[in-house]
Structures are given as C-alpha cells and as structure tokens.
C-alpha cells in the first residue's frame, strides 16, 4: 500500500499539527484533498488546492528522516552510537539485517552474518 493511500497515515498527518505547519510546497508533495490525493507541481494542482486549509500534507519517507537529521541522537536508533552518519546508513543496516540476517562491522568495514 502506498503512503498516500493509507487512511491511517492520512488521519495521522491530518491530526499532526506539529507537522503540519511544518509543510512545504515543494513539487512532488502529496497533498490529501476532499477528492483524494493530489500531487503539488502536477497537472492535477492548481496551486490552491495545496494551499487550502483543508488540504492536508502527506510527508513522504525521505521527507519525515529529513526531520530528523538535525538530532544527534541518530545511531542510536539502530544501536550505534555515533558510527551511524546519515539515516541512510541507520536504513541500510535495518534492510541488511532483517532481510539477510548480516550487520555492518564499523571497525572491519564489512558484512558480517548475525
């Protein structure tokens, strides 16, 4: 299922003030319309449509990581401390280990099986 489709996402970002005010208008943003899901910068946009009150913003995935990429905390969420460099690394990691059982070893820069 596609993010923009998830009705649980949607009333998550729609109950998400926080977020919210946060939003962009970027092309390429998923807005959630009362007639479904427009993409802001498509020919289905005419601009005001994203900008209503009423439409709601729907952060793709790189867009919630980039909010975060300002803590310092950011390999802690997989257990690495300061190793980890970018959410990307952190993402990596979680795909290796939970699809092919292998972890990153920082000091042997290697797969290692786990």
Known sequence: ???YDDETYIEMC????EIQEARGYDVGDFFDYRTGTIIYGSEFDNNESCRSTNAIWLPRLD????????R???????????????????MLGV???LNHSKRWDFEKKKWVRV
Request: glycine content about 10%; some cysteine; hydrophobic content about 45%.
């Open 1 to 3: 299922m596609k993010f």
């Open 14 to 17: 729609r109950k998400a003030g």
């Open 63 to 70: 867009q919630l990581i980039d909010m975060l990429t300002d």
């Open 72 to 90: 310092k905390e950011i390999g802690c969420v997989y257990g690495w401390g300061k190793s980890a460099t970018s959410w990307s690394v952190v």
């Open 95 to 97: 795909v290796m280990e």
